[in-house]
Every structure is written in C-alpha cells, then in structure tokens.
C-alpha cells in the first residue's frame, strides 16, 4: 500500500517547485533588462535579480530546516510564463508596447511567486516551524513590493508610452 502522504510532504514538494522556479527566474531576469527600453525598467528588473539571490538563499535554508537536500523540481508553469514572456519580446521588439509588455509578463511571474509563498507560509505555520515562516515571509513581502514597483512604472509613464504610439 502506497505510503501516506501529509501535509510536510504537499510542502517539500511545492518547495521543490518554486526553488526550480526561483532559479529559472534569476536566468530570466537579466534577459528582461536588456530587453526593457525604459532605465527605470532596466533598474527595477536589475534589482530585482539581487533580491532574486536572496530568495534562493531563503529556500535553501527552509530545505535546511526540513532536513532536506536543496532540490527542483520542474515547475511546468513558470516555464510557460517565462516562454510568454520571451514571444512577447519576440513580437514586440523595437515597439513602444514592449516595455508594457515586459511589465505585464514581469508581474505573472510575481503572482505566481505570490501564490506559492503565500501558501508555503502559511502551512510552515501550521506545521509548526517559526523560522521557515519567516523567511518565506519576507519573500513574500519582496514580492509583493515589486509586484507594486512595477504598476507604479506602468502607471508613471510605461503604459502611456505604449499607448501614444
Ligand atoms: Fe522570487
Ligand atoms: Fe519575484
């Protein structure tokens, strides 16, 4: 009879999946600036890439807590949001859209990041361990005030620009 599995299981395993998804974001960021034709765009992916480190540093540890070997586990839907992302830079190349399109395919990847930490910290809650919490806690919190950096450079003028031409 196949073995139980618990809710410690269901986390190591959404751990695997964002830690894959951590570590094709930090390969895919660096992309992203080169492509966005706006400086503040460029500085908010680039920033972004340093707090990107931290997060797998983060995850390393929770592994860490829960005894296990840092490990991946391919995550099928941050490949396609990144796949969107690299034909929206395909298609709209030398266009004004394409830094809201960079924004738009930027933010996916940030409510995707979102979903996962927020569920991971809160059954790090449940599971009784204080620290994992924590540190997936002010993932989330990066997260989250990027997701926002980002609709502020779209607000100020990205949106504007893509739209005038
Ligand atoms: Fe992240
Ligand atoms: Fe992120």
Redesign the pocket.
């Known amino acids: 009879m196949a073995k139980e599995k618990t809710l410690e299981d269901l986390f190591h395993d959404t751990l695997k999946d ?1 830690y894959y ?2 570590r094709k ?1 930090l390969k895919t960021l660096p992309k992203m600036a080169k492509a966005a034709q706006s400086e503040d765009l460029k500085a908010a992916f680039e920033k ?1 890439r340093g ?2 480190e931290g ?2 540093e983060r995850l390393q540890k929770v592994f860490e807590i829960l005894g296990k070997r840092a490990q991946g586990k391919t995550c099928d839907a941050i490949e396609g949001i990144v796949a969107e992302g690299e034909e929206i830079i395909d298609e709209f190349k030398g266009t004004p859209a394409l830094d809201a399109g960079l924004i738009s395919s930027a933010q996916a990847v ?1 409510h995707y ?1 979102m979903t996962r ?1 927020g569920t991971l910290k809160r059954w790090a809650e449940v599971l009784g361990m204080e620290e994992a919490a924590r540190l997936l806690g002010d ?1 989330l919190d ?2 989250s005030a ?1 997701d926002e950096a980002l609709t502020g450079l779209a607000d100020a003028s990205i949106n504007d620009i893509a739209k005038a031409a």
Do not use: P, R
């Open positions: 964002i998804a951590e974001i972004h707090e990107t997060h797998v940030e990041e930490y993932t990066e997260e990027t």
